[in-house]
């Protein structure tokens, strides 16, 4: 059975920095899209980044120049390293495997940015 397992969540303040992981068991993740969503109370479940390849990635706006994702298909792990974190980055986030007609998603992992 395939298993996403996010972690690194946590509270944090404004300015900060958390740094979030996803382990996948049972698939090879080198074919795979990885992806970084939240979901904010109260909100729709929205794309936070997503990693195809090395140098093929997407990022939403309101992160650019502050998240950078990565993986490592031998650990078969994704990371999003989160700076300067704002309260609007509040909410569950969420790790995506994705391939064709195949999509894997965790449980999530809870991010709080408060004072």
């Known amino acids: 059975q395939v298993q996403l397992v996010e972690s690194g969540g946590g509270l944090v303040q404004p300015g900060g920095s958390l740094r979030l992981s996803c382990i996948v068991s049972?698939?090879?993740?080198?074919?795979?899209?990885m992806g970084w969503y939240r979901q904010a109370p109260g909100k729709q479940r929205e794309l936070v980044a997503s990693?195809?390849?090395?140098?093929?990635?997407i990022y939403a706006d309101s992160v650019k120049g502050r998240f950078i994702i990565s993986r490592d298909n031998v650990k078969k792990a994704t990371f999003l390293q989160m700076n300067n974190l704002k309260f609007d980055d509040t909410g569950v986030y969420f790790c995506?495997?994705?391939?064709?007609?195949?999509?894997?998603w965790g449980q999530g992992t809870q991010v709080t940015v408060s004072l």
């Open positions: 995506q495997a994705s391939y064709g007609a195949y999509s894997f």
């Open positions: 049972e698939i090879d993740i080198s074919a795979y899209t």
């Open positions: 990693l195809i390849s090395t140098n093929n990635f």
